[in-house]
């Protein structure tokens, strides 16, 4: 038998060609699957919430995968952080029902793009972390372009051509740019019933465009009405580019296990035997 579980899942993307297995390179996907294989004693195919391209980091990508039931949610999150590489990390494992899956069962996605506006944002301790501008933004031309994306749109002129997908609608619920403190700069915060493949960076880019007067505001809205990315800015760099959270209704979890050291049980192993 084998038991679902969801793990969160931490990265530093800078050395990772993005989550998904690829022929060259090394990936996220790649090295938890890794690990999980050790876990299991044969393959195990892990389903993150969300697809990050080379650079992106994640402060809490959510991951499926399956497990002999042997395993339980805290010794597989003692097990997965014991041996995976330095720039992963597992924030918890919960166990879940049958047939959970993390990227079809999210009910919503939150990402952040972090910009540097001064001098300092060109530091190696920074410019892997965030977008180094290194020039001031109009907060309110950014912030006015924000509240136009808000709402459900179809969004194909903020996508990758090419992608097959039944349709490009995405219904966004958050759309704000705020401050990051100490002259730092800005940050990008989204959250979506779903995103096409590079769609907050295609966002981000347009609105730093208008943040810097090279666009009106208006070209916002007249982007969402067209079919096509033609007009559409580049890219934002991908080093800004966070994966925070995935949300799952709470009916996809299974009661937590225990606390041994609340219920005076013995404590979980971290590799069952």
Known sequence: ???????????????????????????????????LERLAGGPVRAYAAGRTDAGVH???????????DKWTASAAHRALNAL??????????????PGFHARKSAAAREYRYDIGTDAASASPFRRN??????????TTALRTAAAVIRGEHDFQSFSVRGQDKPHWHCRITRAEWTERGEGRGVSFHTEADRFLHHMVRM?????????????PV???????????????SPPAPPQGLYFVAAVYPPECYLAPEPDPAVAGGAPVPASPA
Do not use: K
Not at 5 to 17: C, E, I, N, P, T
């Open 1 to 35: 038998m084998l038991g679902t579980f969801l793990a969160v899942v931490h990265f530093d993307g800078s050395r990772f060609v993005g989550w998904q297995r690829q022929r060259e390179g090394r990936s996220v996907q790649g090295e938890l699957e890794r690990v």
């Open 58 to 68: 994640a402060l809490g990508l959510g991951v499926s995968f399956s497990l002999p």
């Open 84 to 97: 995976l590489p330095p720039d992963c990390w597992v924030e918890c494992v919960s166990a879940m029902r």
């Open 129 to 138: 972390f965030e977008w180094a501008l290194g020039r001031p933004l109009d």
């Open 203 to 215: 966002l981000v880019g347009t609105m730093v465009e208008i943040g810097l007067g090279r666009r």
């Open 218 to 232: 208006a070209d916002m809205a007249a982007l969402l009405l067209r079919r096509d990315n033609l007009e559409t």
